[in-house]
DNA sequence: CATAGTTTTTAGGCATGTCTAAAATCTATG
DNA sequence: CATAGATTTTAGACATGCCTAAAAACTATG
């Protein structure tokens, strides 16, 4: 087994690899909240173990090892979030805190027993995409619902699940996953987006638009514009 | 908080304080699996932090607020055991294992959620007691099955958890918390006992007789034998 | 294309919690 | 009541993972 700070760096490692293709030092300091040097020394010690490979000033990557690890930890992480929403009732901008603890102290056999209760389900809470034991994972492309034009709808696949404010303030209107969301309108230079949820119509922060994924965009394509 | 390594030492010394009147060094690091250095030096680190008091060579003892963590943990752990066994389905022999690791992360607001989905129960599935959220712990007055007499029945009050192959052993005959069972003879020189539960006839090893505890014995009083 | 500014690494420390070996203290017995 | 044997404590080390300060290496711009 590895210690916790392992896997919160091999599960780092993988979130920045997904949207940013060069994980570097800073970054993994950035997200972890630990000193660059620090970072720099775990990184040796990674590397030295074969779950990375890094080249000097270069920034580091997953090897099959690291990232077999990265998606285990990621899976017990939304199961639990899935669990905790479902069978404990947890409100969903509380669930990820809760499982950044668990994730670590997740035998395989109440893996399994979570898994099997919640009908080998494949998304948590948030709409993100719980990996297969085997380590296989099924991401959605999907665009910020701030990138849609006026006029175009599409369905929530998956909001940012890091800031429980952010979680409330799009629970408030209805932007759960697969609900259909239709923008009305972008105000221009950073300002407010009118959406429709559901018949009903809100005002959103283009900020928060940023963090909520939206997929099958239909209606008035780019071109038109 | 408390370190994980804090939270185990405290617990510790309530469970031996139980049992032992004195806590020693040695009796912690035989139950911690440590060496008895490491023990003096966490010993002093808790008298610091005013969670134990410790006079040399003479043991130590919990104080209130020591006490208060030790029984946030064992609710923790207890809390934890019966929620697997009921929501979960893990064997009994199996969860103490488990909540070993879980009962350092359960936050407030779980603990809490876990409660009430179970009730508010007062017994874990070895028949120990759940202390309150304020610290209120309800031991009940049980001795060792293997302490009958011949023609004494009682009902089981509590197994020793600690130990899944006695455990399982121990549920082969039925011998849950709340089952009554009645001693039918014991053999002399440490033999085995035979006991009658449900209407079936067992026989258990003296061993084993001495980690189930029972209450309320009738029957053949010790003065008539 | 030199250099200022940024990023990364090295060097050296610290806290936690463990260990072994040896010294100090206690205790039970002859 | 002295002392052998057990228990406990002290001394010194080590692994982990963090830190700060300073050096080294990279990169972007005038």
Redesign the interface.
């Given at each position: 087994m590895y210690t916790e700070s392992i896997e919160d760096y091999l599960k780092a490692i993988y979130e920045i690899q997904k949207e940013e293709k060069h994980v570097s030092t800073s970054s993994l300091s950035r997200k972890l909240g630990v000193a660059p040097a620090s970072v720099t020394s775990m990184i040796k010690k990674l590397s030295e173990k074969k779950l990375i490979t890094h080249k000097l000033y270069q920034g580091v990557k997953l090897t099959k090892a690291g990232r077999k690890i990265a998606l285990e930890i990621i899976r017990h992480h939304r199961l639990i979030e899935l669990y905790?929403a479902e069978?404990?009732?947890?409100p969903w901008d509380?669930v990820h805190q809760?499982a950044e603890?668990?994730e670590h102290?997740l035998?395989e056999?109440?893996e399994n027993?979570?898994d099997a209760?919640l009908g080998h389900p494949t998304r948590d809470p948030h709409g993100s995409p719980i990996p297969s034991r085997d380590g296989t994972i099924i991401e959605i492309d999907s665009i910020p619902l701030a990138d849609l034009n006026p006029g175009q709808s599409g369905v929530v696949v998956e909001v940012s699940d890091h800031d429980p404010n952010l979680l409330r303030y799009i629970a408030q209107m209805g932007l759960y996953p697969k609900t259909e969301v239709e923008v009305i309108s972008i105000e221009p230079f950073g300002g407010p987006i009118t959406i429709k949820v559901e018949d009903i119509s809100h005002i959103l922060g283009i900020e928060a638009a940023r963090h909520v994924f939206v997929t099958g965009a239909t209606g008035v394509p780019d071109e038109v514009i």
């Open positions: 905790l069978a404990l009732g947890v509380r809760e603890t668990w102290v035998s056999d109440l027993r979570m209760v």
